[in-house]
């Protein structure tokens, strides 16, 4: 049997032991574990939907940033299409060679 993290710091402390209401063994007074409301809160529709708003939010500002360093960087065709990885590692070089070009 595995304990929770406030089970097992209860259980550091034979006097509260006792007095806990898990000990008890009552269906009423048995408390959920914090994960196990962790898990309870994030079932709930409600929540699955905010947190979809706060991830389409945040790849719509990923891929604004990619957009925008897409921008600064020269390429043949200038509206030529580039993965992510592509747009970094051109960002690279292009960071290397105005490094070069400033040191020359």
Request: with cysteine.
């Given at each position: 049997?595995?304990?929770?993290p406030?089970?097992?710091?209860?259980?550091?402390?034979?006097?509260?032991?006792?007095s806990?209401?898990?000990?008890?063994?009552?269906?009423?007074?048995?408390?959920?574990?914090?994960?196990?409301?962790?898990?309870?809160?994030?079932?709930?529709?409600?929540?699955?939907?905010?947190?979809?708003?706060?991830?389409?939010?945040?790849?719509?500002?990923?891929?604004?940033?990619?957009?925008?360093?897409?921008?600064?960087?020269?390429?043949?065709?200038?509206?030529?299409?580039?993965?992510?990885?592509?747009?970094?590692?051109?960002?690279?070089?292009?960071?290397?060679?105005?490094?070069?070009?400033?040191?020359v």
């Amino acid at each position: 049997m595995m304990l929770s993290p406030d089970q097992a710091a209860d259980s550091d402390h034979p006097s509260s032991a006792h007095s806990d209401p898990e000990s008890l063994g009552g269906a009423d007074a048995k408390q959920l574990s914090r994960e196990e409301k962790r898990r309870r809160r994030r079932a709930t529709a409600k929540y699955r939907s905010a947190h979809a708003t706060r991830e389409r939010i945040r790849v719509e500002a990923f891929n604004l940033a990619f957009a925008e360093l897409r921008k600064l960087l020269p390429t043949l065709p200038p509206d030529k299409k580039l993965s992510k990885i592509e747009i970094l590692r051109l960002a690279i070089c292009y960071i290397s060679y105005l490094n070069h070009v400033l040191d020359v």
